[in-house]
C-alpha cells in the first residue's frame, strides 16, 4: 500500500512524479506529495488530502519552479489520521522522506531520540526521517545503513538529503520496490507501471542494499563495512504501456473484466503440451504433484475465493485432503504442514504482506511451496519454491476481476496434471478436463455480450443496504467472490451463505425485496438450491438467478434469471464470475461510486 516514486534526470521532474503517482494510485489515494529539489529553493514539499489530480493542481497554482530531481508518493493511512501533516514526504532537518509500510518500533526510537516535541505529523515515518537526520553526518550510506539495522518492520524508503542535490537514496525491507536506469534519467518506484513508460528493463531492490540514483546512474551498495558495490539481477517486461491505459472503456475494473478471455488464453495456452497441462517450461517438476500427500491453499480476499474453488474441485478427484486457509489466520497458527505438503499460495501482486509471512511459515514447517503469482519478479514468487506466473497482464482496478479467472485457471491445470500423475485421471479424461477449461473462454466471451442485460438489472440491487448471494456447493465458493465483488465496490452489505445453512439463523434477514442472488449450475444439488430459493422467494426476496441455459426453472421461482452457457458443471465459475463482476461493476455505477478506486482500500496490501 501507499505508491511511492522517486526520479532524478534530464526531464522535467514534477511532470514525471505526478505522472508516475497517477499510474501508482491505486496503491492508496488518502493524499499525495511530492518534493522537488531545485537549484534556487532547495528542496520543496508540496502535499495534499485526497488523490493526485488535487495535489497536480496545488502543484501549479504554487509552484513554477523547474526541477530535475524529486521523490513522490500516494498515501494509504496507517499511522495516524488523512491530514496534510500526515501526508508524505516528511521533512526533518536535511532530510526529506517517503515511506511505503510500518515502522513498528516507532514508538521506542520515538522515546530513545527525544522526539515528542519535534514531531509534526503522527506517522511513523515521520519517525523514520527524524532519526536518519540524527544519524546523518554527510555519509548518506552510513546513516542509511545505521537506520536499517534500528528499525522493526517493514519499509521501502526514498531519501534526498539537502547537501545531496541530484541525488536519491532508496532501500526497503519487505515492502516492494523496483529501480531502473534509462536514457530518460533514473528512476525508483513501488511498482513497475510508474517505469514502464522509460524503460522495459529494471531490477528488484534488493533487500539489505542501499541503492543510490544520480541523473545518469544507478549504484547499489551492500551494507557490508565498505559498502561494495553489488550487481543487480536484471528483468524486462513483457507488456506495454497500453496494458496499464484505460484504452477507451470508463473504467479499468470494466476494462479487465473485458480482458478475460484473453489473459485466461495467455495463462493456458502456452502450457499445454499434447493435449495435457505441461508445467515444464516453468520448471515445475511432476514430483511436485506426484508426493505429496495433502495440499494448503492459502492466500487473502479473492485469490483466498479462487482456493475455494480449487478446493471444491480438487478434493473430489485427488482423494486427499486440500485445505485452504486465510493467510492472516495461517502465518498464526501452527498448523498441520510437513514435508509431505504441497503449500500452493495465490497472489496477484505477489507482496501481499500475510500471504508472504504464511508462505515464509510453511517453508520453516518443511512444505514445499508453489506459487501462483500475477507480478513478475514479485517477492512471494521469488521466495517460494517454483512458481506458475498468470498472464493477467496489469490489473489497476482495486477490485480484482481477471486475476480471479486466471489463478482459477491456473489452479485448474494444476489439478488436472496431479489427477493425471496420480493416476486419477486416464489420459483422455485429462485431456477432456482441459478441452472443457478452453470451453470456458468462449463461455465467458457470451456472457460479456450479456453486460446491457446485466446493467439493466442491478436497479433493485442498489436499492437495498442488503444483498445476499446464495448457492450449494461450487455455486457457494462463486457467490463468496460475489459478495465480496458488490460489497467493496458498491458499499451494499453483502454476504454469501451456503444455500442450505440459510435457515439456521440467516434467513431471519430476508424481508420483502431483499435481493438474492442465487446460483444453481451445479446438477448434483440442483433441486436442493431450488427449494432454498422457493424459501427465501416465499418470505418475499428479490431473486436473481443465475441458471445454465436450458436448464428449466419455474417463472414463479426468480425476478431475473442470468441464463449461463451450459457447460460441464465445474466449469461454469468462469462465466459465473463475469456475470457477479458485472453486477458489482454496475451497481457501483449506478450508486456514481469511485468504480476503480473504493474508499479505504488500495490494490497491494502490503501493511499486517
Ligand atoms: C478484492 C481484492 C482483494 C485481493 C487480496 C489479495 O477484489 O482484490 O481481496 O484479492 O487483497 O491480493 P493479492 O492477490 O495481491 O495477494
Known amino acids: 500500500m501507499c505508491g511511492i516514486i522517486g526520479y532524478t534526470g534530464p526531464l522535467d521532474g514534477k511532470k514525471i512524479l505526478l505522472e508516475g503517482l497517477s499510474g501508482l494510485e491505486y496503491r492508496g489515494y488518502d493524499s499525495a506529495g511530492i518534493a522537488l529539489c531545485t537549484i534556487d529553493s532547495g528542496i520543496e514539499v508540496f502535499k495534499k488530502v485526497g488523490k493526485v489530480s488535487n495535489l497536480r493542481d496545488y502543484c501549479n497554482q504554487h509552484t513554477a519552479a523547474v526541477s530535475h530531481c524529486g521523490i513522490g508518493h500516494t498515501r494509504w493511512a496507517t499511522h495516524g489520521g488523512v491530514t496534510d501533516e500526515n501526508a508524505h514526504p516528511h ?20 522515546e530513545r531520540y527525544h522526539l515528542e516535541e519535534e514531531l509534526v505529523s503522527q506517522t511513523d515515518s515521520e519517525v523514520a526521517a527524524r532519526v536518519l537526520d540524527r544519524l546523518y553526518q554527510g555519509d548518506p550510506l552510513a546513516a542509511l545503513g545505521e537506520l536499517s539495522g534500528m528499525l522493526e518492520g517493514s519499509y521501502g524508503f526514498c531519501v534526498m ?60 551498495y551492500s551494507l557490508d563495512e565498505n559498502f561494495s558495490k553489488y550487481t543487480p539481477e536484471m528483468m524486462s517486461v513483457n507488456w506495454n504501456m497500453d496494458a496499464a491505459m484505460k484504452n477507451g472503456y ?109 508462505l515464509r511459515l510453511a517453508q520453516e514447517y518443511g512444505a514445499r511451496t508453489l506459487s501462483i503469482v500475477n507480478v513478475k519478479g514479485s517477492t512471494i514468487a521469488r521466495e517460494s519454491d517454483y512458481v506458475l506466473y498468470t498472464h493477467a497482464g496489469p490489473e489497476i482496478a482495486v477490485a480484482s476481476t481477471k486475476a480471479y479467472s486466471v489463478q482459477l485457471a491456473a489452479l485448474y491445470m494444476i489439478a488436472c496434471r496431479m489427477a493425471y500423475i496420480r493416476g486419477k485421471y486416464s489420459r483422455e479424461e485429462a485431456v477432456r478436463f482441459l478441452t472443457d477449461l478452453l470451453d470456458a473462454v468462449p463461455a465467458m466471451e457470451t456472457m460479456l455480450t450479456q453486460a446491457d442485460f446485466i ?28 459478495a465480496l465483488k458488490l460489497k467493496e465496490i458498491s458499499y451494499i452489505h453483502a454476504e454469501a451463505y451456503a444455500a442450505g445453512e440459510l435457515k439456521h439463523g440467516t434467513i431471519a434477514l430476508i424481508s420483502e425485496k431483499v435481493p438474492v442472488i442465487a446460483t444453481a449450475t451445479q446438477q448434483h444439488v440442483f433441486s436442493k438450491t431450488i427449494s432454498n430459493i422457493r424459501e427465501v422467494k416465499a418470505r418475499g426476496a428479490y431473486v436473481i438467478l443465475l441458471a445454465k441455459e436450458g436448464s428449466i426453472i419455474d417463472s414463479s421461482l426468480a425476478d431475473v434469471i442470468i441464463r449461463i452457457p451450459d457447460l460441464d458443471d465445474r466449469f461454469t465459475v468462469f462465466p459465473i464470475a463475469v456475470a457477479l463482476q458485472l453486477i458489482a461493476y454496475y451497481a457501483s455505477i449506478g450508486k456514481n461510486l469511485d468504480v476503480d478506486q473504493p474508499r479505504n482500500l488500495a490494490k497491494s496490501v502490503t501493511v499486517e
Do not use: W
Open 91 to 110: 521533512r526533518a532537518g536535511r532530510v526529506t522522506l517517503i515511506h511505503n509500510g510500518i515502522i513498528e518500533n516507532y514508538h521506542q526510537l520515538t
Open 161 to 220: 538529503f539537502d547537501d545531496q542535490p541530484g541525488n536519491i537514496y532508496a532501500m526497503r525491507s519487505v515492502s516492494p520496490l523496483v529501480a531502473a536506469c534509462t536514457r530518460s534519467g533514473s528512476l525508483v518506484a513501488s511498482d513497475l507501471t510508474a517505469l514502464i513508460p522509460y524503460t522495459r528493463e529494471y531490477f528488484v531492490v534488493p533487500e539489505g542494499k542501499i541503492v543510490k540514483l544520480t541523473p545518469y546512474k544507478v549504484n547499489i
Open 250 to 358: 470508463p473504467h479499468f475494473m470494466l476494462k479487465e473484466i473485458h480482458e478475460q478471455p484473453e489473459a485466461m488464453k495467455n495463462t493456458i495456452l502456452p502450457r499445454i503440451n499434447k493435449g495435457l497441462p505441461d508445467f515444464s517450461d516453468d520448471g515445475i517438476p511432476d514430483d511436485l504433484f506426484a508426493d505429496c500427500s495433502q495440499i494448503h491453499v492459502i492466500a487473502c480476499g479473492t485469490a483466498m475465493h479462487t482456493g475455494m474453488v480449487a478446493q471444491a474441485i480438487m478434493e473430489p478427484v485427488l482423494r486427499i485432503p486440500v485445505t485452504v486457509t486465510i493467510a492472516s489466520e495461517f502465518r498464526y497458527q501452527d498448523p498441520l504442514v510437513d514435508d509431505k505438503t504441497l503449500v500452493i499460495v495465490i497472489s496477484q501482486s505477489g507482496e501481499t504482506i500475510d500471504t508472504l509471512a504464511a
Open 455 to 482: 446493467k439493466g438489472i442491478v436497479t433493485h440491487i442498489i436499492q437495498s443496504p442488503d444483498a445476499f448471494f446464495i448457492g450449494r456447493g461450487l455455486d457457494y465458493a462463486f457467490s463468496l467472490e460475489g
